[in-house]
């Protein structure tokens, strides 16, 4: 049994000694230097995008909640696409020049009596205005 001890002792000191010089290599720390900065550099890159990323929805949530949205942006590239199928549309129409001109013009002409009509519509005039007598409507 003092045998079964001694070679155990023996055990531990020949795993002591090894850790030791396995602690004491250069090349080892300089390994697990590389590979610590390497993941500090990593974790710093996705904490940085993480925190971008909500403060980018951070201001957006504040500027919703104070009235103000960026819609001229959006809404000037839709305006803009429908122009550009409409110049499209006109030019790969198999109608003649004279008949697509005709019928734009009509069509504009028409938005521009609804327009005016609810225009003059909105400008106060109601079917019951009092007259200057202070009698109202007929």
């Not at 549309?89 to 069509?107: F, N, Y």
């Not at 079917?127 to 200057?132: D, K, L, Q």
């Amino acid at each position: 049994m003092a045998s079964l001890k001694g070679r155990r002792a023996k055990q531990w000191a020949r795993f002591a000694m090894k850790m030791g010089l396995f602690l004491t290599d250069a090349k080892l720390w300089s390994a697990l230097n590389h590979q610590l900065r390497e993941r500090a550099g990593d974790m710093t890159e996705s904490m940085r995008e993480t925190y971008e990323e909500t403060s980018d929805r951070l201001d957006n949530a504040q500027a919703a909640l104070r009235g103000r949205t960026h819609w001229f942006g959006p809404t000037l590239g839709f305006l803009g696409g429908v122009g550009i199928g409409v110049g499209l549309g006109m030019l790969l129409a198999p109608v003649s020049g004279e008949e697509a001109r005709t019928a734009i013009r009509d069509k504009a002409a028409g938005v521009k009596n609804k327009v005016t009509d609810f225009a003059a519509g909105s400008s106060g005039s109601t079917p019951f205005r009092s007259s200057p007598t202070g009698t109202t409507g007929d």
